[in-house]
Nanobody, 124 residues
Framework: QVQLVESGGGLVQAGGSLRLSCAASGRTFSSYVIGWFRQAPGKSREFVAAIRWSGGSTDYADSVKGRFTISRDNADNTVYLQMNSLKPEDTAVYSC?????????????????WGQGTQVTVSS
């Protein structure tokens, strides 16, 4: 059974940084894509970034490109989202999803498994 557990959220001032973690278990993830999405109150879930577990290639939403970095640690089966230069509009619940095929998708419905999410709040 695939399990994804996010951590690392919190309250930070604008311009600050946070690092989110997505700990994956229950499967060999070498053929998977792991994606980070976020959902602000009253808004739909939005793609943030994704990484191919095998090879480590990445994809980013334009709104976070140059500020966020997605990476993975094969030894710990963990995907990270380093978030720098945070803005109040980055405030949302951040969730990681696992997609069983090796191709990227920016659509949340294309992901097979989800974690419970972690709250990120950026104050102005």
């Amino acid at each position: 059974q695939v399990q994804l557990v996010e951590s690392g959220g919190g309250l930070v001032q604008a311009g600050g940084s946070l690092r989110l973690s997505c700990a994956a278990s229950g499967r060999t993830f070498s053929s998977y894509v792991i994606g980070w999405f976020r959902q602000a109150p009253g808004k739909s879930r939005e793609f943030v970034a994704a990484i191919r577990w095998s090879g480590g290639s990445t994809d980013y939403a334009d709104s976070v490109k140059g500020r966020f970095t997605i990476s993975r640690d094969n030894a710990d089966n963990t995907v990270y989202l380093q978030m720098n230069s945070l803005k109040p509009e980055d405030t949302a619940v951040y969730s990681c999803g696992a997609r069983q095929t090796g191709t990227y998708s920016r659509y949340s419905y294309a992901y097979n498994y989800w974690g419970q999410g972690t709250q990120v709040t950026v104050s102005s």
